[in-house]
């Protein structure tokens, strides 16, 4: 916890709004899509998705292949409390759906489906890509898999696989990403496993959104690699969520952004 608040101090005293932003790329991402405040129809349909979860009161046992969990002390765990204490927020679903609305892509991988909180977002607001969410846990999938069907998203691709060995296993030099979402293993090791494999994939309008990079030390050191690759132009931190941009006629240059 004190790593955490001292890492949100140093954001907040490095943050800027778009008055600080000179890039008219990221100028523009942050007035059209972060600070849109358009209520959007599909906000309704999250809304009920998430108050789903939250009324599932069922338990199921959780296999965890990343970094651990703060909240939860056993692997025996209520729908409602992983929807509620392990899932993205309704502030950050609403985010997700308004960059995947921005950005237009055809093709998404999700790695982490957990409960599809995230899934859904990312599927409503692109009714026409094809996304793939990856998903270590069987059950958390299969709960996952009855949200989708139920909602009638019918453009998710639910795969239950550990993450690195799909990656390392599929065929990615064929596949072009137009926006993936890292949340899956919050571990430094993991991620930048994760961020080598998929480079291969990467095309000059590609955006990779990476959660939690200052969860840990650990986090911040592969958020900082990162931030660093001579394949990456332009990071954007929001302090939840770190955005990569392999923009190639952008100077480097990374923005710390209030939202």
């Given at each position: ?74 692997n025996s765990r209520a ?13 950050r679903a609403e985010l ?164």
């Amino acid at each position: 916890m004190f790593h955490w608040a001292k890492s949100y101090l140093n954001f907040l005293w490095h943050s800027k709004n778009e008055h600080g932003v000179h890039s008219p790329f990221v100028f523009s991402l942050v007035t059209k899509c972060f600070y849109d405040k358009k209520k959007y129809a599909e906000y309704a349909l999250l809304k009920n998705y998430r108050n789903t979860l939250l009324q599932n009161k069922n338990t199921i046992e959780v296999t965890d292949f990343g970094a651990g969990s703060r909240v939860f002390k056993s692997n025996s765990r209520a729908v409602n409390q992983i929807a509620k204490n392990a899932g993205i927020s309704k502030k950050r679903a609403e985010l997700l759906f308004r960059i995947t609305n921005y950005f237009k892509p055809e093709n998404i991988l999700e790695i982490g489906t957990s409960l599809g909180l995230a899934s859904s977002a990312l599927s409503l607001a692109s009714k026409n890509a094809t996304i793939t969410t990856l998903e270590g846990c069987e059950n958390t999938m299969t709960e996952a898999k009855k949200q989708f069907k139920k909602f009638g998203l019918k453009n998710i691709n639910s795969i239950h696989t550990e993450f690195s060995n799909y990656l390392k296993n599929c065929q990615l030099s064929i596949v072009n990403y137009q926006l993936i979402y890292f949340d899956g293993n919050h571990s430094k090791q993991a991620t930048l496993e994760y961020f080598e494999l998929l480079l291969p994939t990467t095309t000059n309008d590609c955006v990779w959104i990476f959660d939690d990079i200052h969860w840990s030390e650990d986090m911040e050191e592969a958020w900082e690699a990162i931030k660093k690759h001579p394949s990456v132009t332009v990071t954007i931190d929001t302090f939840q969520w770190g955005l990569v941009f392999f923009r190639k006629e952008q100077p480097k240059e990374h923005f710390v952004i209030r939202i």
